[in-house]
């Protein structure tokens, strides 16, 4: 069992080693040529987006989470959930939906100029939405939630005593906020902001559509417009030191998270008036920048699309395409996932949680980098399939290089760490003693896990797996580079609508993929239902028990 967990371990590890060694076949010219002309300025807006997206998410996560756990006013309870919802919204899609309704044409310009009444459409000077602010606010506000989930958590598990005795010695407003809440909730925050810039990181389809070049942009204009692999492989390097960096990070605050929980979450306080007014609207702004308006242009161009020609013709095929991929590398990722879980489980040993971790590594790996460094491995895979075929007599053709499975795998290798990780997590829910009783009995271990375990993992293997099928239907920079010839999905045919400039032919498609996002956010949803149920059935619990 062991062996067979360990194979998916070696995998993830086979993309590093090969951009490692893809990145030093390049020649010395294309080190100096990068070093001088693409990696200072692609750093320089890659820290510039990182550090900007960072920044607005803070503000907006933050700012949204304290309001709705620490005061009451108009829409709270509606708001505490809605503004989950831009989790749906694919930032690429945020960022062609706000290029269409930004353009001098479009219609937020077009009624500037005529409620100024204004004629020529040069005359109205319109702040571009295809810049780097452009592209800071539009992925700030479309990642926001990761900050909100973490803060929010981190603010209704605090201490309330600690925040009743600040106000008591007559802290409010933002001395609150700064002396205590900030430092309380700062761990969770650290961890929301790791996820915010890693995302932005890995992000292709925005920044490139709104006119900033990353490194992760670089990676993909290297390969596939000046045809430079290795190029493209040495860029990828940087990022992945980076990523690893922001990993780093990320996991020391996590460390940290769970310092200052209270019993009891803060009492919230009721708004009335103006500052009510202002508490609403300090929370729908968020939602509405991240997932409200961008829907609403989709919906408003798909049923123009559709009234005028009908659904598109293609639209059959994109979908099946999707599916048929994402539903296989699901199955792939959740058996792998289950392996490195049981193992965790079975043995509980350095070399059991050694795989768990390294199963985390390519969740943290942008779609480019993953992309680049299984070129390596697949080349030399199709090699060696080549020799033994012609050993027997046999003409080979490449096993994986262009084909299905190569996206199968890279799917499977980047959202390995959900199935992963929530088995390992359920599984803690299970008493020791079932494993004893059915040892105890002479069950094997593939009976333990697959007649004993399997049927109680079932809610979170299925939670896990609906995941991974979303992740990979949103899934573009991997599936850019790594699609067989002439197969489009969802996500790289609103990429290529949105590259000609025809918008609304991708509304549709669009569309069905904020639609399957959804579903993510509507389990969140219900989590933190059933959690806010959970802690105020305890409150009454304990009440009772003082009364």
């Known amino acids: 069992m062991f062996a067979a967990a360990a194979v998916p371990a070696a995998l993830m590890l086979a993309p590093v080693l090969g951009l490692v060694v893809l990145a030093f076949q390049g020649t010395g010219e294309i080190w100096r040529h990068l070093a001088a002309y693409v990696l200072p300025d692609a750093l320089r807006q890659t820290a510039m987006l990182l550090s900007g997206t960072a920044a607005v998410a803070a503000l907006a996560g933050i700012g949204a989470a304290w309001l709705v756990t620490s005061f009451d006013f108009p829409g709270r309870k509606w708001l505490e959930w809605a503004l989950l919802l831009p989790l749906a919204m694919p930032t690429y899609i945020v960022a062609y939906a706000y290029a269409d309704v930004l353009h001098p044409i479009g219609p937020v310009q077009t009624g500037l100029r005529m409620l100024l009444g204004i004629d020529e459409v040069r005359g109205l000077v319109f702040p571009d939405i295809r810049s780097m602010p452009g592209c800071i606010l539009v992925m700030g506000f479309a990642l926001y939630p990761y900050v909100y989930i973490s803060t929010r958590a981190a603010l209704l598990m605090q201490s309330a005593e600690a925040i009743e005795a600040a106000r008591g010695l007559g802290a409010s407003g933002s001395v609150l906020i700064r002396r205590v809440v900030l430092p309380i909730a700062s761990p969770a925050i650290g961890v929301g902001l790791g996820l915010v810039m890693m995302e932005a990181l890995a992000d292709i389809g925005a920044s490139e559509f709104l006119g ?157 980098v993953l992309a680049v460094g299984l070129l390596g491995p697949m080349a030399w895979f199709d090699e060696a399939m080549a020799i033994a075929l012609d050993h027997v007599g046999r003409i080979a053709v490449p096993a994986l290089s262009g084909s299905a499975a190569a996206l199968v795998l890279a799917y499977s290798l980047r959202f390995l760490a959900i199935p992963a990780n929530t088995l390992e997590s359920a599984y803690r829910s299970i008493p020791s003693t079932v494993d004893d009783a059915a040892r105890g009995l002479g069950a094997p271990d593939r009976v333990l896990a697959g007649r004993i375990h399997l049927p109680l993992l079932s809610p979170a293997a299925a939670a896990s797996a609906l995941m991974v099928l979303i992740e990979c239907m949103k899934e573009l920079p991997a599936t850019l580079l790594l699609r067989p010839l002439n197969v489009e999905t969802l996500a790289t045919a609103i990429y290529g609508e949105a590259s000609r400039g025809t918008y609304e032919e991708g509304a549709v498609a669009a569309l069905a993929i904020v639609a399957v996002g959804l579903i993510p956010v509507v389990i969140l949803v219900r989590g933190f239902k059933l959690k806010a149920d959970g802690r105020r059935r305890s409150r009454w619990r304990r009440d009772r028990a003082e009364a």
């Open 212 to 368: 900033v070049r990353t490194l992760t942009v670089a990676v993909y204009v290297t390969w596939t417009t000046r045809g430079s692999v290795e190029g493209a492989a040495q860029i990828a390097l940087a990022i992945l030191a980076l990523t690893f960096v922001l990993l780093a990070v990320e996991r020391a605050m996590a460390r940290h998270r769970d310092q200052g929980a209270g019993e009891r979450a803060p009492l919230r306080r009721s708004l009335t008036g103006a500052m009510a007014a202002l508490a609403t609207i300090g929370c729908t702004l968020p939602m509405a920048v991240g997932f409200a308006v961008p829907t609403l242009h989709l919906l408003v161009n798909a049923a123009i699309r559709i009234a005028e020609f009908g659904f598109p013709a293609q639209l059959g095929n994109w979908t099946w395409n999707s599916l048929r991929l994402a539903t296989l590398a699901t199955a792939t990722t959740l058996c792998a996932g289950f392996l490195i879980a049981f193992c965790q489980r079975h043995l509980g040993s350095p070399a059991s949680t050694l795989l768990l971790r390294v199963s985390a590594l390519g969740y943290a790996l942008p779609g480019t």
